[in-house]
């Protein structure tokens, strides 16, 4: 266990090394001279690039979270409509989908046997395929047409981390790229690559409510059930924070897009039954303001996420998390540094095993 270093656990590494990870996945890939992205081995020609219409994205896990912030980011700045579809369901599907769909399977290991099966039977169906792969020589890696390596590093832990967040970097990326080749400015493009290069650092920003949190975590680790609820970007983020609780505390925790809990989940609120909520300042911050007064109305304790220094929250919520101010587009890398460590402490607290938790397996290789 000599990798760990000076860390008790492999995932609280992975969680620490986030500032660094992500910049490896940007080292080399902005260029301020056409303000866009580039990468090695996407190997499409410029042909096949215009002619992308539409976008398929396959994962399973932590790696089908960052999948659909995918959808939201390639929706905004590249106008490309997309579809996410859990591998294990997509290969069993027979969705219609042209020749200039694209589709583009997300996965750490690149191992994942889901995937690689909705990959092979994607291209079997004459699509370009992708990857976006941590794993240098996996099996998705080599099979996929092109692809981009996440350069994180290897991930220990069985929960993802450091895998999620740069995987949501290099979609970002990849949305730049495919924006910039449609309807993006370069000023559009020069700010997208402004706020990615200050990205590392707002995320060793993040890092500092590491002992906040450990004391909310101490303050929450009885609860049997725990809601995640988060609006548009930041969805997908209460989906992954959720399962992040899930697979290393064993505490049922589930997300949801925070206007839809009143359609059902709203059930489950009562005094012991916290409800952590995504909640930085935003363009559907009011809305979500509206629905976190909504559950303490019911008597259901909250935790926020929110903008560092937001009195608004703090009026409400019964413990604040601060995180950074960064764009709307670049929320879900942020918020998710306060729920991986939550995760993490609740599980100490729980005493889990945090690097291999029962029933799990970094890589699942049977379908
Ligand atoms: C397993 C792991 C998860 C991971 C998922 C997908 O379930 O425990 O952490 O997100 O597989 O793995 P992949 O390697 O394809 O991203």
Redesign the pocket.
Known sequence: DAGRGAYPHYMLKEIYEQPETLANAMRGRLTEADSTAHFGGLNLSAQQLRQIDRVVMT?????YHAAMVGEYLFEELARLPVEVEYASELRYRNPPMDRNTVVLAL???GE?AD?LAALRESKRMGHTTLAICNAVGSSIAREADGGVYLHAGAEIG???TK?FTSQVAVLTMLALYLGRTRHLSSTQGQRIIDDLHALPEAVRQALRCHDHVKRVAAKYAHAKNVLYLGRQYLYPVALEGALKLKEISYIHAEGYPAAEMKHGPIALVDPNTPSVFLVPRGSVFDKVMSNMQEIKARGGPVIAIASAGDREVAAVADDVIAIPDVPEYLQPIVTAIPLQLLAYEVALLCGCDVDKPRN?????TVE
Request: net charge positive.
């Open positions: 994962a399973c896990g932590t790696s996965t750490q290991s994942t995937t069985v929960a993802s895998a799990l397996a970094k890589s699942v």
